[in-house]
């Protein structure tokens, strides 16, 4: 079955990087998602990586992925304190609607 | 556009009471999806609807009901609300078909049962 773990809290200062780590089980994932909520709001799509790519950058975001050890890093550089919020990490396997989300980071950024 | 909206905001039950979660979206996706978060466990999919007239069951399910009214509009019953209730359940959708089907997600529904 499907399992994907974060661990649930980061402090970081502004100005610093911000890495935020995802490990999943099921290797037959096909997209993998980080996604955003800021306090009393929904998810918003941050950004994802294809299963056959191993980076992906987008403006202060890197994503890396090592498919050996089911992998997943977010890296936010020059942290904003407009970053504080729950960043969570997903997978999707098979069909379209079946994406497992982790527990959720919960980003603290100190000015 | 407005996205993905949810009724109501907030909501107190007492349990054994009913309610029904409305959400609404005018993207024109065929896929919905109700989520509930509770602390330390993420999000668990309880139900989801691939298609206009079809509804599946997620992780999630018992003490649920869904309906899918039609291709906009997505409701999650509980007929007899239960304490283990309490949570903040999410609506979602999202396109079908090839690509990465960026879920879009309600603002929440911050449900406590008594």
């Known amino acids: 079955g499907e399992d994907v773990e974060q661990s649930l809290f980061l402090s970081v200062r502004e100005g610093d990087s911000s890495v935020i780590n995802c490990t999943y089980t099921?290797?037959?994932?096909?997209?993998l998602y980080w996604y955003k909520q800021e306090p009393g709001a929904g998810l918003q799509l941050l950004t994802y990586i294809f299963s056959n790519m191993d980076m992906k950058q987008d403006q202060r975001l890197t994503v890396l992925l090592n498919k050996k050890d089911k992998h997943l890093s977010l890296r936010i550089a020059d942290t904003q304190t407009g970053d504080s919020a729950i960043y969570f990490c997903?997978?999707?396997?098979?069909?379209?609607?079946?994406?497992?989300f982790g527990t959720g980071t919960k980003l603290q950024v100190i000015p | 556009n407005a996205g993905v909206t949810q009724t109501p905001k907030f909501q107190v039950l007492k349990t054994g009471q009913s309610m029904t979660l409305q959400c609404a979206q005018d993207m024109n996706h065929n896929s919905m999806y109700w989520y509930r978060q509770d602390p330390g466990m993420g999000l668990r999919l309880i139900y989801y609807s691939a298609s206009e007239g079809t509804t599946d069951k997620g992780e999630v399910p018992n003490g649920y009901n869904v309906s899918r009214l039609n291709k906009r509009e997505f409701s999650l019953r509980l007929e007899s609300a239960a304490p283990s209730q309490t949570s903040v359940y999410f609506c979602?959708?999202?396109?079908?078909?090839?690509?990465?089907?960026?879920?879009?997600f309600g603002p929440g529904t911050r449900l406590t049962v008594t």
């Open positions: 979602a959708s999202s396109e079908s078909g090839t690509g990465e089907h960026e879920q879009y």
């Open positions: 997903a997978e999707r396997t098979g069909g379209y609607q079946k994406v497992t």
């Open positions: 099921d290797s037959s994932s096909t997209y």
